[in-house]
């Protein structure tokens, strides 16, 4: 018996062995496979020096950012991710900002764009790219146009929610622009059916047809755009989840057009209270807490904040379901104050219509003229506000940002 217990101890003991030498040899046994590091605020040198460590294929790229010059502001690696043999890792490297000479001015006008239709149509008798004599329908032609000219010129799109929570971020040296739908036209985004897998197929043709394109051919203008819908959202019931749920999954936004386009200056409070609580209980029922609580004003109406009916759009109830619009967009003529100015009104904003007018009544051309002497224009850090020093009295900093002068 006491031999047997012995050699079982024995047996044990081998067993402990085993594992230990094991775990030894597992510990000291060079890994095939490293974990990428955080070269954040590290030097061009110290990343060559780890990318020939780790036979990595490195390529700089030098961009103007807020970031302490000739240090590196991003990576296309994550950190914590493991890389192996020859793989590229790409950094980039700051070149500093000379605010005076890019004109940093982020208490600049900020450009908020009124679309509603998009055609696609190329045979139209109405001025440019105008459908329509008042120029509220547009053709994909002079859409695309639209955007090309908006990149060229220097602007870069943000949703319009982050613009009235003042969050701006923009590339040093570039200007936000925020686009806008009305109506929720089938235009806007039209499905053609349903792919393998059951998801929308979207027309090319349409809005987000053409947006997804942008996309594609341009990922730095951040391509996004807030749709304000009403009772018949986009007019194709039978995709009605689909399409919605879609839309903010790909980053894009809802918003509230009120539920039968209603004048507000024609109807009564309690009228006014249904028309917005009814669409937002129906925005409730497909994207619920996916949607934001922002106003586009049919008509534009009211035409001022003293109207009665002008707290019920931002506060009420209907149906038992209580609602607060933290936003309202006017139809507009020009664009509207930097979430950062002392004339900032989140509750009553200005707005563009995108159209065409041989440069007169306030159309797109006339519109970027004006604003190449007031635009807004980025310092690349959306923690801070950076402006000319003669301008910082005029900074309402309800965000509680950084400041900084020039």
Do not use: C
Request: hydrophobic fraction near 35%.
């Amino acid at each position: 018996m006491k031999r047997k217990l012995r050699i079982d101890r024995i047996i044990i003991a081998i067993i402990v062995l085993i594992l230990i030498v094991g775990a030894v040899i597992y510990l000291l046994k060079p890994k095939d496979n490293t974990l990428m590091i955080d070269l954040t605020n590290k030097t061009v040198a110290e990343a060559e020096a780890f990318a020939k460590e780790n036979n990595l294929n490195l390529v700089v790229e030098e961009q103007v950012n807020s970031f302490e010059k000739d240090k590196i502001f991003d990576q296309s690696i994550e950190v914590d991710q493991e890389i192996n043999k020859d793989d590229t890792l790409t950094i980039y490297v700051s070149l500093g900002i000379n605010y005076e000479e890019l004109k940093v001015n982020e208490l600049g006008d900020v450009p908020i764009m009124m679309y509603h239709g998009i055609h696609n149509i190329t045979d139209n008798e109405y001025t440019g790219g105008n459908v329509d004599k008042d120029g509220y329908q547009r053709t994909k032609e002079a859409f695309i146009k639209d955007l090309e000219f908006y990149y060229n010129s220097g602007y870069r799109m943000i949703r319009l929610e982050d613009y009235i929570n003042g969050v701006i971020d923009v590339e040093a040296g570039y200007s936000p622009i925020i686009l806008t739908f009305d109506d929720g036209l089938e235009n806007n985004i039209k499905v053609t059916g349903l792919d393998e897998n059951g998801e929308i197929i979207i027309d090319p043709n349409s809005a987000v047809g053409v947006l997804e394109q942008f996309k594609q051919k341009y990922p730095d203008f951040n391509v996004t755009a807030t749709f304000f819908v009403n009772g018949g959202l986009f007019q194709q019931s039978e995709y009605n989840e689909k399409i919605l749920n879609w839309l903010v999954d790909h980053g894009y936004d809802i918003g509230n057009h009120s539920y039968s386009h209603a004048d507000f200056t024609t109807i009564s409070k309690e009228k006014s209270a249904q028309e917005i609580g009814s669409l937002y209980n129906l925005l409730d029922k497909y994207i619920p807490g996916k949607y934001v609580n922002i106003v586009a004003l049919p008509f534009g109406s009211p035409y001022n904040k003293d109207h009665e009916n002008f707290p019920v759009i931002l506060n009420g109830s209907y149906n038992g379901n209580e609602y607060t619009t933290e936003a309202a967009l006017r139809v507009g003529w020009e664009a509207e104050s930097s979430p950062f100015s002392s004339s900032f009104d989140k509750t009553f904003l200005k707005r563009i219509r995108a159209y065409d007018n041989n440069g007169v009544e306030f159309d797109i051309e006339m519109n970027f003229d004006i604003l190449e002497n007031n635009r807004y224009i980025s310092d690349g850090d959306k923690n801070t506000i950076t402006v000319p020093k003669d301008l910082e009295d005029d900074i309402n900093n309800i965000y509680d940002l950084d400041i900084k002068t020039y």
